[in-house]
Structures are given as structure tokens and as C-alpha cells.
């Protein structure tokens, strides 16, 4: 019998839009997603894994960029994979320097990875002067995804691959062998990955739904056993979710 590979999604259509992080710049004006590395989160990666495995996992990210743009050149997917970078720019004053620790990180571990640049040439590469400076990672690719995703069934269908679609997932059971429960039947697997991606707005709308409209609801806690809850913040000080 065949390989089979089953999909479990909340819709079938498949689209994209360029970054929606305030920081960051989409180099495109086209449809398109950023086939991200890790470099922009470096320090929070190196706490985590240590140095060792952080270099490594720095390294892979950057490997998987590459290895993506290859695999559609191999196999004839035209997904308008363009390697063209990324910025990371600052939307006020405020946010100057907010990627400093991360770029002393990496040059401690001798990864170049970002260029800064002024107001001045971010303007001239984006065409807006309301940036106030931004640092410029080279590695970072944009892809078309619902050309690559038609790409990707056509090679694994060339392979004998079976694919089921508008398998809508209906709840994931966290055991030792994940099961992924569809309204078509039950997935068995030995790994699930969640791809949620653009659909998390989806699933922070009904979660906030479901608490009634409560933002803080969505708000990660720092500790536990205290009366008055603390929240996680970012540099800027608003509350992560």
C-alpha cells in the first residue's frame, strides 16, 4: 500500500500575506509568507537551549532556508522563492536598538547575521520614512504559499502518496500516541505538528469569545500562587499573549 499523508486543517483554501509583525518589513509587496529563520530570536534561544545547541539550531535554521529553495528548484515548484532578506525596523523612538542583545549575542558566537542601517537607507529601501532605524537580516526568503503547497502535493503525489483534505480537525488527544480527531475519523500518528500560523487570530477569537471578550484572558502570567496576577511584557510594555 502506498505512503499516506493526512492533512487535518480548519478550511481548504490556502492564502498569505506579508508579515504582520509592526516590526517588520515585508521586502515584497507581492502575496507572500517569510520562510523564517532564528537569528531575530537569539537570546531568548541560547537562554533556553545554551550555547551549544542554540549555535546549532541557529545554524539548521538557516540550513532549512536554503534547503526549502532547493528542494523547489529540484522538483520544478514555482512558489516565487526569492532570497531577499528581511528588516526588522523600529516604528518609534522607543524601539531603537530593541535587537542590541541579540546582535551582541550573535557576535559573541562569531554569527553575522544582521546589518544596521540608518533612517536614511531604510526609507530608501522601503520607501517610507516613518522608520526610525532597523537592522537588515540577509538570510530570510519570501515564498507565494499556496503555490508551494500546490508544489509539495504534486511531488508527494508523484511518490505514491495518498492525501486527504477538508479534514477538519475537531480536537487533538495528548497522549503518548497522539490521536488527532477530524469529522472524517481519527488520525494516528507518531508526531503531530500544529501549523497554526495566520489561523492563531482565528483561534484568539474564540478563545476570547468563549471568556467574554476579557484581553487579559490572553495575557501569559509571570509565577503562580499570587491573588494579583503579573503579565509577561514585551520591550515595549504591552502584555504578551
Known amino acids: ?74 522538483h520544478g515548484i514555482d512558489c516565487h522563492f526569492r532570497r531577499d532578506g528581511w528588516l526588522w525596523t523600529a516604528g518609534n523612538a522607543v524601539q531603537v536598538g530593541a535587537w542590541s542583545e541579540t546582535l551582541e549575542q550573535l557576535d559573541k558566537l562569531g554569527i553575522d547575521a544582521f546589518d544596521q542601517l540608518d533612517a536614511d537607507e531604510v526609507a530608501r529601501r522601503t520607501g517610507s520614512e516613518t522608520h526610525f532605524a532597523a537592522v537588515f537580516e540577509r538570510g530570510i526568503a519570501t515564498v507565494q504559499p499556496a503555490l508551494l503547497a500546490r508544489g509539495l502535493r504534486r511531488v508527494v503525489a508523484e511518490r505514491g502518496v495518498k492525501i486527504y483534505e477538508q479534514t477538519k480537525m475537531t480536537r487533538l488527544a495528548r497522549e503518548s500516541t497522539p490521536r488527532v480527531r477530524t469529522n472524517r475519523g481519527t488520525v494516528t500518528a507518531t508526531r503531530v505538528i500544529l501549523a497554526l500560523n495566520a489561523w492563531e487570530l ?25 491573588r494579583r496576577p503579573r503579565y509577561k511584557r514585551t520591550r515595549s510594555g504591552s502584555p504578551f499573549t
Request: charged fraction near 20%.
Open 1 to 74: 500500500m502506498p505512503p499516506s499523508l493526512a492533512s487535518a486543517s480548519t478550511r481548504r483554501t490556502t492564502s498569505g500575506a506579508c508579515s504582520a509583525f509592526s516590526r517588520s518589513t515585508c521586502p515584497s509587496t507581492r502575496c507572500s509568507v517569510l520562510t523564517s529563520r532564528v537569528p531575530s530570536k537569539a537570546a531568548t534561544l541560547l537562554k533556553l537551549c545554551g550555547a551549544q545547541e542554540g549555535v546549532r539550531l541557529l545554524r539548521e535554521s538557516d540550513n532549512a532556508v536554503t534547503a526549502i529553495g532547493q528542494f523547489c528548484a529540484d
Open 202 to 226: 482565528l483561534l484568539k477569537a474564540k478563545w476570547l469569545a468563549t471568556n467574554r471578550n476579557r484581553l487579559s484572558s490572553l495575557y501569559v502570567r509571570e509565577g503562580k500562587g499570587s
